[in-house]
């Protein structure tokens, strides 16, 4: 049965998460917000903790730890910053798990050690300028050649295009064959052909870096594929399954992170001669936040839970994502308005949350999409095609 009750083992790991997240990332997150600065240093002291691709292999680099500890390390970070957050859901998740899912075992030790190291950070190129939602329906075309594939196309909104030493793409091989002719490939960014441009002018994540890729004839290899001809949309509906549950145990984090700085504003800010928090209206605004962070938590650690138990679990996946990042928007809302006027600049988390958080219930599947699934594998009618 799942349990609520940590482990000491997991215990130890959200406090050194927790401590870390305090002392080293909330401390800088601000000035590289202000500054849109992709803290590279970070990323080291963040590879260093072992907090990227913490659940990938231990042969390879990671930590083999379990999702409900990583859960608790996601939210502890995304409590400090959505920014640092990427870099360890994109690189843990979206990559790293399908390498370790679909990877050769070439492939897992080309890339795997890099990820966690953060020396050769992934990218996961799957959206395009006009496939969004619709992801089986790619434009980027993968041609065979001999001894390899050619791929030419273009990836748009991709987190940490810039910065990545590869990207896994995702093309049509034969374009008669919807979703079965997919693949997926392990494509060097510094490949001939390959070029990526940075996306300037975003509400949030301002300290996370977002690309577009351009492949113009770019050549790989055989040992590129990851998976098979065809198994190209599975590898991302896996990764996204992952990917899907870390943004939604960072937005547990920014829940918790609304609840705290709203408690230690109104507890400390005194109007009509007592502290706000002595309002039965400012009380109220913080107990919704506490509802929500409760309730996204206990989702993300029943996802965590089945996928521990070696399930998919992709309805309780997209039920968290849907519910955690619409949380960590309303609680963001309600953090500024309990800090009034204070809450609107950068003095404190809140008015970042806000930003932050309105990017989770777009990427990795909007909260439409989640609906979509969910009413599917519920009713078990597709409304989608
Ligand atoms: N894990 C493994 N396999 C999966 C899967 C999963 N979670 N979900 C679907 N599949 C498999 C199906 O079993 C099916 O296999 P067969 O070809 O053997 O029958 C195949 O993939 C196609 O599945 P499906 O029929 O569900 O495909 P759809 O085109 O209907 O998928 C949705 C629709 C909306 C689910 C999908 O396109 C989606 O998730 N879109 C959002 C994309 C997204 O999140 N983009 C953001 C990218 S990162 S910013």
Redesign the pocket.
């Known amino acids: 049965m799942i349990d609520f009750e940590l482990t000491d083992e997991q215990r130890l790991v959200r406090d050194a998460a927790r401590e870390f997240a305090d002392g080293v990332i909330a401390p800088r997150a601000r000035e590289n917000d202000r500054n849109s600065t992709f803290d590279h240093g970070l990323v080291v002291e963040l590879a260093g903790m072992g907090f990227i691709g913490p659940i990938l292999p231990e042969a390879y680099g990671g930590r083999g730890i379990d999702y409900r500890t990583y859960g608790l390390i996601v939210e502890e970070i995304g409590r400090a910053d959505s920014s640092a957050r990427t870099v360890v859901s994109v690189n843990t998740s979206?990559v790293g798990s399908a390498i370790a899912k679909w990877g050769s075992e070439d492939q897992k030790e080309r890339f795997i050690p890099g990820i966690c190291s953060g020396e050769a950070l992934g990218c996961?190129g799957?959206?395009e300028p006009d496939t969004?939602?619709?992801?089986?329906?790619l434009s980027t075309r993968a041609e065979r050649i001999d001894g390899g594939w050619r791929l030419t196309g273009q990836k748009q909104?991709?987190?940490l295009g810039n910065v990545a030493a590869f990207a896994l793409i995702f093309a049509q091989t034969d374009p008669g064959a919807?979703?079965?002719g997919l693949a997926a490939f392990l494509v060097p960014t510094d490949a001939p052909g390959f070029q990526s441009a940075e996306i300037h002018g975003k509400l949030g994540l301002h300290a996370s870096d977002t690309a577009e890729l351009f492949l113009d004839g770019v050549e790989v290899g055989d040992d590129a594929l990851l998976g098979g001809v065809g198994d190209g949309?599975?590898v991302?509906?896996?990764a996204?399954?992952s990917?899907?549950f870390s943004v939604s145990a960072g937005c547990v984090g920014i829940c918790q992170g609304c609840v705290d700085a709203s408690t230690a504003y109104a507890t400390e800010r005194r109007q009509f001669g007592r502290p706000i928090a002595g309002f039965q209206l400012v009380q109220a605004m913080i107990a919704d936040m506490v509802v929500d962070t409760h309730a996204a938590r206990g989702l993300v650690w029943k996802a965590a839970w089945l996928k521990d138990r070696g399930e998919?679990g992709?309805l309780e996946t997209s039920v968290a994502k849907l519910f955690s990042t619409e949380a960590a928007i309303r609680c963001a809302n309600a953090a500024i308005q309990v800090h009034g006027g204070s809450g609107y600049v950068d003095d404190h988390p809140v008015e970042r949350y806000l930003r932050d958080a309105r990017v989770t219930t777009?990427?990795?599947?909007?909260s439409q999409?989640q609906k979509?699934?969910i009413g599917?594998l519920t009713t078990g009618i597709?409304a989608?095609?």
């Open positions: 979206l996961f799957l959206t969004g939602s619709d992801a089986a329906n909104w991709i987190s919807g979703h079965r949309f599975k991302a509906m896996t996204l399954d990917g899907r998919r992709t777009l990427y990795e599947g909007t999409i979509l699934i599917r597709d989608m095609t």
